[in-house]
């Protein structure tokens, strides 16, 4: 109940925020924000507003937000992030493979496009790569910006879409093999406490193409909120991997939503790969919209001391012969909490229907717990599904077989919580990013044993 009032006095901040952008809301009309912001964007901002307002903060009496309280963001202000006033450098932008990834790069800091940090000289020939705000006139920001979110039912992409402000827009053109991969790494620069930011993206991978996109969020000080969207739509029979790196500062909260469309014959594969924040919560929804289509989920979080990490994902199979793939993989300590719900959809169409999903936990302390869920929804009769999920500690026997042959405890443990997440790790084919996170995970084990 004290959650569901504070939200309710929170709302005046974000209408606050809203109006002083030029939004409207309520019949209240504010003054035109950018000044050539085309009326189909306008509307959807509102929309997004009015809906935010109508549902609110979700609490844990909503189903799908049953082990994850949002209680810290209803209780406090949290304002719009301003232009960051303190210059940064490339060397301060932490980031696992920041330096390392070839190829075009965009940064946004707290939400605004930044030049000065940004590599768009890479950018391939033919590609689109920039900020949502210099492409407002393209066919497909207006067919698809807004359009895949769900805003009727998820408040925090409501309240994302209402943001809309700044962003980054990916756009391959048809039969392009882009080789290198493309960079988007949002920074949060918390100058100020309790702010909030709103990263949007919008990626579109024409027919026939074949490119990886990676979205880095990462954040310099402590109490601020990040709630991001992205939309991916994939045309016929492009191939697109897909990477979230999340590594906010651990006293940070991040909320994400990345929600895909596929067209037939098309290959949408992403990565979720999660290690700071105080409270995450990261969804994924994919819809399989043409025969033949592959859907690959995988991911791989490490939690300790009191952080809170939640992934849900729905994969939707709406038409015949398409196969989706999900392989979770977390690791918890100290008094650390954690959800997985997937939920797998498969229409009475989809026939031929291929469908696996797996979420695989270990715990290595007693203090820490985790809630798995997966789910199938089966409406066809002619299909392969199966489902599970594990949760478990570091294998007594093993460890006394790695110390019995002079391997410190220590060491045998941070070999064996390594071999737990190595095939998430070693399948990504990004190499530049393998390695770095080989590293980010042996530290955190070390700095997990001492948090505990």
């Not at 330096?99 to 939400?111: A, K, P, Q």
Request: aromatic residues 6%.
């Amino acid at each position: 109940m004290e959650t569901m009032v504070a939200a309710a006095e929170n709302l005046g901040v974000y209408l606050e925020s809203f109006e002083a952008l030029g939004g409207r809301i309520a019949g209240r009309v504010a003054g035109n924000r950018t000044g050539n912001e085309p009326a189909w964007l306008k509307q959807r901002r509102e929309t997004g507003m009015q809906r935010f307002s109508e549902l609110g903060i979700p609490t844990v009496h909503d189903e799908d937000w049953k082990y994850t309280s949002l209680a810290t963001v209803a209780r406090k202000d949290f304002r719009l992030a301003g232009p960051a006033t303190r210059v940064i450098s490339p060397d301060q932008i932490g980031s696992v493979g920041f330096n390392e990834i070839e190829g075009c790069r965009l940064v946004f800091v707290n939400g605004r496009f930044s030049a000065d940090l940004s590599r768009l000289e890479a950018t391939p020939k033919g590609v689109v790569a920039g900020r949502l705000g210099d492409n407002l006139g393209n066919e497909s920001v207006e067919a698809h910006l807004g359009r895949l979110a769900d805003s009727q039912d998820h408040a925090l992409a409501a309240l994302n879409t209402a943001f809309i402000e700044d962003g980054a827009f990916v756009q391959i053109p048809d039969r392009a093999v882009v080789e290198k991969p493309i960079h988007l790494v949002f920074v949060t620069l918390a100058e100020e406490a309790n702010q909030v930011c709103h990263p949007r993206t919008l990626i579109v991978a024409g027919r026939d193409s074949q490119a990886t996109v990676i979205e880095t969020y990462i954040g310099m000080g402590e109490s601020y909120w990040t709630n991001a969207v992205t939309e991916v739509v994939t045309g016929e029979n492009a191939r697109l991997d897909h990477y979230k790196l999340q590594q906010e500062h651990v006293r940070a909260l991040h909320t994400g939503f990345t929600y895909a469309h596929q067209a037939r014959d098309s290959r949408f594969a992403s990565n979720s790969l999660s290690f700071g924040g105080q409270l995450v919560r990261s969804d994924t929804e994919v819809r399989l919209n043409g025969e033949g289509c592959e859907c690959v989920l995988n991911g791989l979080y490490a939690v300790t001391g009191h952080q809170h990490i939640d992934h849900h994902t729905i994969i939707d199979h709406a038409m015949p012969h398409c196969n989706s793939h999900q392989l979770y993989r977390g690791i918890l300590d100290g008094h650390s909490s954690g959800v997985f719900n997937g939920k797998v959809i498969v229409r009475q169409d989809a026939q031929k229907t291929d469908a696996k999903q797996s979420n695989k936990n270990l715990l290595l302390s007693r203090d820490a717990e985790i809630n798995t869920k997966p789910q199938l929804e089966i409406d066809a009769n002619d299909v392969r599904c199966t489902h599970g999920a594990t949760v478990g500690q570091i294998d007594d026997e093993a460890m006394f077989y790695l110390q019995s042959r002079g391997i410190s405890r220590h060491d045998a443990r941070s070999l064996l919580t390594y071999a737990f997440a190595a095939d998430i790790i070693e399948s990504l084919n990004v190499a530049p990013l393998r390695e770095p996170l080989e590293q980010v995970l042996l530290n955190w084990v070390e700095q997990a044993e001492v948090i505990a």
